[in-house]
């Protein structure tokens, strides 16, 4: 049976299991929009581009599976490049599918013609330009094994809009070959779990490549087994059960000071994809001088790219782990345990509100009232931070940010991607005004779709972190960080359509948190905090993870 290009492009991605695309339409991609009026995937009308390509990241996080988005030629298809680059960041597996325009047209300057083959190469696992529409079903397959194998990440697909249009003949999915076996290293494994064993202060480090490897309940066997303490990097927060007696939170720049401290005085420490970046190392020179480090990651161009590992090993994550847990021996090392009690009570002591202030009460207290699985999607800035030391993961993928990239903006169009991936469990964001104001437009998608997202706004009225990094270390000159408060933001939400109230975070917000909770479409709580409410403790620039300071 003839088709046109789109209908190959469509058949392709139900055949890769595709069930929903966010996008946006422009003149080049009607080809596509026309035939996916009729066809079972759904399409999620975002109202910016930037805001398709972060939803269908967050899709991603939230389901494991590989997200799509769809853009048009121009304009459309450069704003999707920072959401591009944020899943790269993140590792998110991820396929942009752009249209083009006319292959006739290219090199003439055309009405919206962009070399975004040539923008995207840096932040992207591959691209495609489809020249044949013959070509498409073919690349398009090649894009989703990219995206889902390996270390995880985006592929763009541009495909020009007469290739979308021109007829041709059913392109029929070829009979798959057993791909091939990765070659295993058990003496290698081995090896790790005799230092592992023999250790007497191990820590486990677990990045995000645990979770995009999906080896989350390995991850959490291996720590019971050896009754092993573990800290995580940022990304890697929610691969294991936060309230268990091991965890010590997680380490850099802005972590606990209590995972910052233990793994500067541990003996050998046990990466799990974890790149070692400098938000989680600070100063490498300085980073757990005392520690044999061993590496297990899925890229091999991650493995002592930053710290020199003693013991590495690629390979898949959750095949290592199985592989490596009967191997280990479970030992009480109660001195060592007992010292990270110890600490953990004296720097309790300290932090009796963990750092956070009142925005961090205010976050337990949703917590408190949303299920054991509800995610939590934080945006950047002290919000993120807040966010990320208070929310307390109690389910595999249940807190979502932006990492490797910090991008502001990301945690509204993540929830929408997120609550349409799982649909059964709750989504609240939490984002700063800063970033709330970022992606401001996609209220009115929640809206539209009446998605039950809940979304705290918390408003000091200033970039906070950048406030604070100020303050401490710029002598106080506020420079560009005051967004003033001249908007009302309770207002805006309700002209989206979105129920809204506002609280403060120094009264008592439960009678707006359990409206909130109890509301069967969107709501939005705007919480106003005092503009000098920083997060501590913070690493200063130029120092190392044990040199964090709690004030001034």
Sequence with gaps: MESIGADIVLKTLQEEGVEVIFGYP??????????????????????????????????????????????????????????????????????????????????????????????????????????????????????????????????????????????????????????????????????????????????????????????????????????????????????????????????????????????HHADFILALGARFTERSTSIVSEFAPLATVAQIDIDPTSIGKNIAVALPYVGEIGDALAELIPRVVSRERSEWMDRIRTERQNQEARLTDGGCGQAGTLIRKVQAALPADAIAIPDVGLNQI????????????????????????????????????????????????????????????????????????????HLGMIRQIQDLFYESRFAESNLGDRVDLVAVAKGFGVPAERVAVDEDPAAAIARMRAADGPYMIEAMVDQNSYVYPIIPPGCSNVEMICGK
């Excluded at 769809?70 to 920072?82: C, F, I, Q, R």
């Excluded at 009979?175 to 070659?183: E, S």
């Excluded at 991936?421 to 009115?444: H, K, S, T």
Aim: glycine content about 10%.
């Design 26 to 263: 422009g003149a080049n991609t009607l080809p596509l929009h026309d035939r996916l009026a009729d066809g079972p995937i759904r399409h999620y009308l975002m109202r910016h581009e930037q805001a398709a390509a972060h939803a269908a990241d967050g899709y991603a996080r939230a389901t494991g599976k590989v997200g799509v988005c769809l853009a048009t030629s121009g304009p459309g298809a450069t704003n999707l490049v920072t959401g591009i680059a944020t899943a790269y960041m993140d590792s998110t597996p991820l396929v942009a599918i752009t249209a083009q325009v006319d292959s006739d047209l290219w090199g003439r300057d055309a009405f919206q013609e962009t070399d975004i083959i040539g923008i995207t190469m840096p932040i992207t696992k591959h691209s495609f330009m489809i020249r044949d529409v013959n070509q498409i079903a073919s690349s398009l397959r090649q894009a989703f094994q990219l995206a889902s194998t390996g270390r995880t990440g985006p592929v763009l697909v541009d495909i020009p809009k007469d290739i979308l249009t021109a007829r041709c003949s059913d392109q029929p999915k070829p009979t798959p070959k057993a791909a091939p076996k990765r070659i295993a290293n058990p003496e290698q494994l081995e090896r790790i779990a005799q230092a592992l064993n023999r250790s007497e202060r191990p820590i486990l480090l677990i990045g995000g490549g645990v979770k995009l490897g999906d080896a989350c309940d390995r991850m959490t066997e291996l720590v019971q087994k050896g009754r092993l303490p573990f800290v995580t990097t940022m990304m890697g927060l929610g691969s294991v059960t936060s309230p268990n007696g091991f965890n010590l939170g997680f380490i850099g720049t802005h972590g606990n000071e209590l995972a910052n401290k233990m793994i």
């Design 386 to 461: 807040w966010t990320v030391r208070t929310w307390q993961t109690r389910a595999p993928r249940s807190l979502l940010t932006s990492g490797g990239m910090g991008t502001m903006g990301f945690s509204i169009p993540a929830a929408i991607g997120a609550r349409v991936g799982a649909p059964e469990r709750e989504v609240v964001v939490f984002c700063g005004d800063g970033g709330f104001y970022m992606n401001i437009q996609e209220l009115a998608t929640i809206s539209t779709y009446r998605l039950p997202i809940k979304i705290v706004v918390i408003n000091n009225g």
